[in-house]
């Protein structure tokens, strides 16, 4: 019965505030709030296997490829569906989606989806990856430069528009140029509903590294080409149906993986510790591999609390691309905090990207 109560309270709350004049981005929250009204944001332990997303930069640092490897070794292990993979962001080499292609294919999934930014000149971050000439040179993958992928609106839309209803979760672990694109895109051959109408009908859960909680500044949001499309993520994204949660610098940055490759067979993720900021020798944070745990184990695990979770608000940026929290009922986005020792974190993360690919030891 309370929960009754709350539910038209809230609603009727809702259409007041509307009434009174909200601008549109309120009011497209209000309405969909109404359809999503009993979802949670939730432990994933009762829930079915997520189909996923990855949307990378796999740009200069390694981070993105111990976070694709953690991802293939939990689909290993019957936890996730990988649905495919879109780059954001430019290399300039033109090479980046070869090194999502070669990881794919040293875990046997080499037919997955790829898609890359084809945004124009200035409208996304462009950088020379760190580790793409090499791995395109020295790995099998699919053979394709980065001009001969389709753009990643164009997958995104694709594989939302063939999954069932409220089924999909999206990892995003670098700029958020490629959601950007999905949300303003219009309809197509592959579904008539605008981007946002499809988001909204097909996405459970967006789990996004980016900012500092529960304020600063960090890479993904801010960096120059990239804050527009923050702005706009941020502010347009229906997380009153789909959650989107943050994990912030302060997390990844404390957890540190990577040494372990020293002692793993060559590979494409090897390779990519060894050339981005000596990582092989060094280690490197787990800012990424920290979104895609998330995105598929929640936030517990086997009886392991990872994260706590700090929701009913949202993520606000400034013109510099600064982030701050501003605690609100009216929006359903999160930020984590540690629960789980950041050594321990470190090892079971280091495990994970270090499994040996289960196809290859049948
Ligand atoms: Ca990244």
New binding site residues.
Partial sequence: MKAVFRRVTRRRLLKLLAAVGFGAPLATHLIADEAGANLKCTNKATQEMPALILD??MLT?C??AGALAMLHALADNDEVRILGVVVNGKDVHGKHGAVVSAINHFYGRGDLPIGVCKRSEGASPRKASSFSQAIFAEFPHDGRADEQRPDATKVYRKLLSRSPDRTVTIAS??FLTNLDGLLRSAGDEFDPRDGLTLVRAKVKLLSV?GGRYPSGAEH?LNYSGAIDATRFVCEYWPDEIAPMVFSGFELGGAIITGKAYRHAPSSPMRRCYELAYDSLRNGRPS??QTTVLHAVRGLQHGGEVYWTEISGGSNQVDAAGGNRWVASPMRRQSYLRRALDDSAMAALIEDLMTRPPKLRRR
Avoid: A, E
Wanted: avoid cysteine; charged fraction near 45%; charge should be negative.
């Fill in positions: 990378t930069d640092d981070d993105d672990i670098g590294m993904n800012w990424d």
